[in-house]
């Protein structure tokens, strides 16, 4: 069976990243997407909702598991027998970050486990997490860069702070 994993923060997860696992779950039998808990950053939703939040906006891919992991993913990687790590480019200032990653992945995993980076679909390459959570947090339109169902869940969140 041809697994990946496609690892991120999905803080909060957007249609760049639902266009990535769409792709990306066409070219493997089964895509984990792995939620990254990262006790250094404060994040809007914790990993649990975003969890919840990728469960829902995938439900309709059969082979797309959504999971957690924290700790070194070349780790998750070898528990569970996954050599393919998939990211996303969008931009070369995505490209110098991205590639010292792969390559410390593949170093770490004594060369078993390979980057394969997608690039973003035109329509999205302009859009990150970033930008929607500052678009947010002044109460801008952030309907052409979520789902429908995700909309009053951020907006929920800066309405509390
Ligand atoms: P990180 O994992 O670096 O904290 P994200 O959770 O935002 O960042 O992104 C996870 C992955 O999705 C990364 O590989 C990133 O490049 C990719 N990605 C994010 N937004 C887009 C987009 N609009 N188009 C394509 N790939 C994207």
Not at 46 to 53: A, G, Q, T, W, Y
Not at 66 to 74: C, P, R
Not at 96 to 115: F, G, H
């Amino acid at each position: 069976m041809k697994k990946a994993v496609y690892p991120g923060s999905f803080d909060p997860m957007t249609f760049g990243h639902l266009d990535v696992i769409r792709r990306a779950s066409s070219m493997f039998d089964e895509l984990t997407v792995a939620v990254l808990n990262n006790t250094a950053k404060s994040p809007l939703f914790s990993v649990d909702e975003r969890v919840k939040i990728l469960a829902e906006a995938t439900k309709d891919l059969a082979n797309v598991k959504i999971d957690s992991f924290s700790g070194l993913l070349v780790d998750y990687c070898r528990e569970r027998d996954i050599h393919i790590i998939i990211r996303g480019l969008r931009a070369i200032t995505d490209f110098e970050y991205e590639l010292q990653t792969a390559q410390t992945n593949r170093k770490l995993s004594d060369d078993d486990v390979d980057t394969i980076f997608l690039t973003t679909s035109l329509a999205y390459s302009y859009l990150s997490s970033s930008a929607v959570k500052q678009i947010a947090t002044f109460g801008g339109d952030i309907s052409q860069f979520v789902p429908d169902f995700e909309i009053p869940l951020i907006v929920e969140k800066y309405s509390k702070n």
